[in-house]
Each structure stands twice: as C-alpha cells, then as structure tokens.
C-alpha cells in the first residue's frame, strides 16, 4: 500500500486534500498501467483522471483497507476497457475510409519524424498493440496485467472477483492466439 | 529487439517482446495540469448530478400539481353530483337529524316543549 487506511477514511469523509495526497502515490503508477494498457501515450491522463474521478465517486463503497489497491486497479481496468472499446469503433469507421496502404505509409511516415531509439520504441509498442489487437479487449487488458505488468494470478483474483483456474485458462487461451499471431508475423 | 533474437521458442521471444514493451511504456509523470483537470472533471460530474436531480425534482412537482389540479378539477365535482345534501352539514348535525326522535325521549319532557 502506497497510503495508509487513515488518510483514505479522511477521503472517504470529505476530505479533498486526503484525496489529492491518493492520487499523487498513485498516479505515476495507474497511468503507467493504463499507457501499456491502451498502448496510447497521447490518451493516458484523460484515461487516467477517468479513473481518479471514479474513485473519487465510489470511495464511499470501499468496506477495507486491504480491498483498495484492487479495487483502484478494477476501475483502471474498467476505464481502459470503456475506452479500447470506444477507440474500436472509431478505428473501425476511420479505417473503413483508408486503404491499408494509406495507413502503411502514414505510419511510415509517422516513424521517419521521431529519432532511432523512438522509432524503436513506436516499432515494439505498434507490434505489440498489433498483437494485443488479435484478441478482446478484455482478454488484452488481463494478459497485459499479468504478463507486462507482472500482477500475480492471486492480485488478478482479487481485481477481476474471479477464481485462479478460470483465469489461468482464459490466459492460456488468450496468450496462445497472440502468441498464433506473434508466428504469423515472424514467418 | 536485441532480447528477442537471443531468445529460443516463440514463449521465450514473446515473454522478451512484453519485456521490451515493458519498458517502451515507463510510467508517466504526468503533466503539470493532470490534478487541475481531474479535478475540473470531478466537479463537471458533480454539476452534472445536481442539474439531474434537480430536473428530477422539477418533474415531480410538475407532475404532482398537475394530478392535484386533475383531481380538482375532473375527479372532484364529478363525486358531487346529486349529493350536495350529504356535505351540507357537519357529521354531528347530520346524525342528531337522524335521530332527531331518539333524542326527544331521551330529552327531560320541560325541555321538549320549550
């Protein structure tokens, strides 16, 4: 825990500056989580004060101190998934506009702006989202939590209210089509 | 990309890949206006709340002079009709008319014939 229970309950009560003191331990480290989440730097504060403002609303609900990490990284995860579901549809419609060649070259474009390590950067974080788009958002989110954000299956039982094997075996599944399409890529 | 190539199997490339995205994506500070915007948004909402429980109270007074009014108005002279008589004493005048006989042998006989 980056806070204590008592400066929570101040929150909890009203207490605007406790608040502020949550978000500023927390912040550095939710919107870490959300960038390789939605794989977005430009979008991450907007995802991330989504996430604040719903603490903000729901801290009242929170029963113990041990629930609330995992209850903050449920409602990361719910506003990550909002907004890879709302950045779907409007991929799809975008995209619907462009040929895949037009895309090609402005992404191509895109990489000659930014320096080499930059560039190197921008090639994993596009290979990866290219990846983590093979499956649902749902799925992307818990394989990222578990494998980039190295949560153990235990934290994740405790942020998705789901037991250990049902999600092992949704994991398995879902690393096994990235890791389908990660081949397919290669050869 | 260099993790990737020493690598094995296809696992151990993709643990590698996630370990390179890892780090492609450190954590953010932040800008220098994430709390003033958050904080912005927290108050949009709580406007927001407001303005809806606010029209949801407006509805319901609306509302509820609407039906006083209807019932006022439609319900209420339709249940008179033809039944002035019943309202136009009270209870207790109403019962002693009733029973004007019971009460004259109750009376003291000096009293009936004032």
Not at chain 2, 30 to 52: C, H, L, N, Y
């Amino acid at each position: 825990m980056l806070v204590d229970f008592e400066l929570i309950e101040k929150a909890r009560s009203g207490d605007d500056g406790a608040f502020n003191q949550i978000v500023q331990a927390y912040r550095k480290r939710i919107l870490g989580t959300i960038a390789r989440t939605i794989g977005r730097p430009e979008d991450v504060e907007d995802v991330g004060q989504e996430v604040f403002l719903r603490l903000y609303y729901s801290l009242d609900q929170l029963r113990t101190q041990e629930v609330f990490e995992p209850w903050l990284y449920r409602l990361t995860v719910n506003a990550a998934y909002d907004y890879l579901r709302r950045q779907k549809r409007r991929r799809e419609s975008r995209m619907s506009d462009m040929s895949e060649q037009q895309v090609m070259l402005a992404d191509a474009h895109q990489g000659e702006k930014a320096d080499k390590e930059e560039t190197r950067r921008t090639k994993i974080r596009e290979l990866v989202s290219s990846l983590l788009a093979k499956i649902s958002e749902e799925d992307r989110i818990l394989l990222t939590l578990k494998e980039v954000e190295g949560l153990s299956l235990k934290e994740l039982e405790k942020i998705y209210h789901v037991k250990e094997n049902a999600l092992k075996v949704r994991l398995f599944r879902a690393r096994q089509r990235v890791l389908k399409a990660f081949h397919a890529g290669e050869s | 990309m260099d993790r990737m190539n020493q690598a094995g199997n296809g696992d151990d490339k993709l643990d590698a890949l996630f370990a390179e995205y890892r780090e492609a994506f450190p954590d953010p500070e932040g800008s220098a206006d994430f709390m003033p915007k958050m904080w912005q948004k927290i108050e949009a909402r709580r406007v927001e709340t407001t303005w809806v429980f606010r029209r949801l109270a407006q509805i319901c007074v609306a509302a509820t002079v609407a039906l006083t009014l209807l019932i006022s108005t439609v319900l209420m002279p339709s249940s008179d009709n033809g039944s002035d008589v019943f309202y136009s004493g009270t209870y207790v005048d109403i019962l002693a008319a009733d029973h004007a006989e019971d009460f004259s042998q109750v009376l003291p006989v000096g009293d009936v014939q004032q």
